[in-house]
């Protein structure tokens, strides 16, 4: 391993989007990267799955492998860039670059939600650093920020827009009153989403990022499957119309925030946010994450939260802070263990179930379009310690003989709303309940 003035080796796993743009970055600004950091940096192999594959430009002879040993078992190898992607392989490869006294930089956020803790444990016993600041966020760098720069803050709370997929669609769905079907393939034609969109609609990849950053904001392990996590695909052109009535936006927000009982509530959903507040304004690819903490207040952070440019952005920034480091560092310190305990005595696995949570709420409903439906409706409420904020009633549709009922409630604990709800479906006078959306003011 380098540790004097001689050249660092670097293993990069993985040559696609973001693999080129690493690639690229250290053969064309070799020299730059040079001044930065006092250091040589050579590229020296590359993992790929294909090695027949056409790539631009046309790599070196003897870079590319699809032999992994030929990186984790080389021991001139400094530093493994991990951007395959996925959870198997590219998990047990890191651990072995860590176990072989190997820095690492990933991108990877399945990686990260699912083995962070005991990655970075296993980093902290070898005294080796793993970074993973484009794992959530993409360019935007907010893992940096939460695990320095804040590091002093009594985190309150993250609330971000984290997938780019779905950013797009809801801003299509907002602008041009299309059906959520219509949105999503012209992300797929854009090449904005897969052609399995899945984990980016249902909000998997939301949660798998927000586990990341709600573990470092809260110092606890926050397991991606203890997140509530509701997709997109019930929201119709209605209800943005709707909430821009009210005074709102519609977003899909990865939200983890601290309880008053010590507990942290950890979601990812649509959410009406007031229109004039800024996670309202980020429109179609782009990412924001909103951190409030006891000192610094509140801190937006905006930017590209993927795309080979700002994707390598992190990955070199991860890169090069470990380059100036070496021979000097050792690793960062591990996100705690599932069953350490946190400041206020609670167990850190402490996640909220979404049922305690309070809030306010949006609920869309067909009716009988007939006199005394809403008071049967208000009712139900009430009995239910639900408040009604305010009630709209619109489209009309004389040929059916129903109406939309758009109420929105004061803030009230989830599971007694669900509850409610359940009953309101159920009276003759209602067709359907058609959506509930919570309300972040
Ligand atoms: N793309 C983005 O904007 C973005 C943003 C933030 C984070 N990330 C993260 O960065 C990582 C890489 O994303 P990407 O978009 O660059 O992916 P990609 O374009 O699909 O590239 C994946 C690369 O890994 C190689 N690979 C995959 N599985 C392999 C295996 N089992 N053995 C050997 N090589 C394998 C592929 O080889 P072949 O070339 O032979 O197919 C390819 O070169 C992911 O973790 C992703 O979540 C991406």
Do not use: W
Not at 194 to 200: Q, R, S, V
Not at 378 to 402: E, F, H
């Amino acid at each position: 391993m380098a540790t004097g003035n001689e050249e660092i080796n670097i293993g990069l796993m993985g040559l696609g989007t973001v693999g080129g743009g690493v690639a690229a970055s250290l053969v064309e600004n070799a020299e730059a990267i040079k001044r930065k950091t006092g250091r040589t940096v050579q590229l020296r192999r590359a993992l790929v799955r294909d090695i027949s594959r056409h790539r631009d430009p046309e790599p070196p002879d003897g870079l590319l492998t699809t032999n992994p040993e030929d990186i984790l078992a080389d021991p001139a190898i400094d530093i493994v860039v991990e951007v395959m992607g996925g959870d198997t392989p590219a998990g047990e490869y890191l651990e072995r670059a860590l176990v072989a006294g190997k820095h690492v930089v990933t991108a990877n956020k399945e990686v990260m939600a699912r083995r962070g803790p005991a990655l970075l444990a296993l980093a902290q016993e070898r005294r080796v650093n793993l970074l993973f600041e484009a794992s959530a966020g993409g360019g935007i760098p907010i893992v940096g920020c939460l695990m320095s720069q804040l590091l002093a803050n009594d985190i309150r709370s993250v609330r971000s827009i984290i997938n780019g997929t779905t950013n797009y669609i809801l801003t299509r769905m907002a602008r041009q009153q299309a059906p959520f079907a219509d949105a999503l393939s012209e992300a797929q034609s854009l090449g904005y989403a897969e052609a399995d969109p899945t984990n980016d609609v249902e909000g998997i990849d939301a949660a798998y990022k927000l586990s990341v950053l709600g573990s470092l904001a809260f110092h606890r392990a926050i397991p991606h499957q203890s997140i509530y996590t509701e997709g997109i695909s019930r929201l119709a052109p209605e209800d943005f119309r709707y909430a821009a009535e009210l005074g709102y936006a519609i977003k899909s927000l990865a939200i983890a925030a601290a309880q008053p009982d010590g507990a942290v509530c950890a979601r990812v959903h649509p959410v009406l946010v007031p229109e004039d507040h800024l996670l309202a304004k980020v429109d179609g690819v782009y990412n924001a994450v909103e951190v409030t903490g006891d000192l610094c207040g509140q801190i937006i952070l905006h930017g590209q939260g993927a795309g080979r440019d700002a994707t390598t952005s992190a990955v070199m920034g991860d890169l090069l802070n470990i380059v100036r480091g070496l021979g000097n560092t050792g690793g960062p310190p591990p996100l705690p263990q599932p069953n350490d305990t946190g400041r206020h005595g609670v167990a850190d696995s402490d996640v909220q179930p979404i049922g305690e949570l309070s809030s306010a709420y949006y609920m869309r409903l067909t009716c009988a379009d007939q006199a005394g439906v809403l008071a049967q409706i208000a009712r139900i409420l009430g009995d239910g310690n639900i408040s009604i904020a305010t009630v709209i009633q619109k489209d009309t549709d004389p040929g059916g003989g129903t109406a939309q009922l758009v109420i929105t409630s004061y803030p009230s604990r989830e599971a007694d709303v669900q509850t409610a709800l359940a009953a309101v479906a159920k009276l003759d006078v209602v067709v359907s309940v058609n959506n509930l959306i919570r309300i972040e003011e």
